[in-house]
């Protein structure tokens, strides 16, 4: 060791993505007994907003609004995915929960890396701020979807099946044709 003093942003980059994990895994644990389609929901909701809060809060440069920010982010983001995958395995038989996990991880860490890779080509073509900000919108967008979907789908499955009603020009059946 040199006696070197790491540079601020490392150590600040770190103490983001520490408040990201370690509210994310706070959220899950606190939020195991609740619903999990309602925790998915409320998640994806949280999460859309607070990413359109980011683009406010890093814009200001305060790093204490910055952490604070990250970590609200980090919580709906553990709320959001771990009443997600609760909600998925809940409906899965036991003999196909190995192949819909196998694909739910797949999906889950390409969903993880094609943003990355996206924002990463992007930051070297625009500025940090910019890139920031649609990745935040189109993260909004994507969560305010998700539970756009799940609202419609949830309704068609309360609506009543249409059952017709039996026509008077039918002819009872004798048992004996």
């Known amino acids: 060791m040199t006696g070197r003093k790491a540079p601020a942003s490392t150590i600040f980059g770190g103490v983001v993505i520490a408040a990201v994990t370690l509210a994310a895994a706070c959220t899950q644990i606190l939020s195991a007994r609740r619903p999990a389609r309602t925790v998915a929901l409320v998640g994806d909701t949280a999460l859309a907003v607070l990413m359109l809060a980011g683009v406010g809060a890093f814009a200001t440069g305060n790093a204490v609004v ?12 553990g709320l959001a995915f ?30 993880l890396v094609t943003p990355t890779l996206l924002v990463g080509v992007g930051a070297t073509v625009w500025a940090d701020t910019t890139v920031f900000f649609v990745f935040s919108v189109l993260t909004a967008l994507l969560c305010f979807s998700a539970v756009a979907v799940e609202r419609v789908l949830e309704r068609r499955r309360r609506r009543p099946e249409a059952v017709p009603a039996p ?4 002819r009872e059946v004798n048992v004996a044709d």
């Open 82 to 111: 771990g009443g997600s995958l609760r909600h998925l395995t809940a409906g899965i038989p036991a003999e196909r929960r190995g192949a819909v996990m196998s694909m739910f991880y797949l999906l889950a860490y390409g969903a």
């Open 66 to 77: 910055i952490v604070v920010t990250v970590a609200l982010q980090g919580g709906a983001y």
């Open 167 to 170: 026509s008077a020009a039918v």
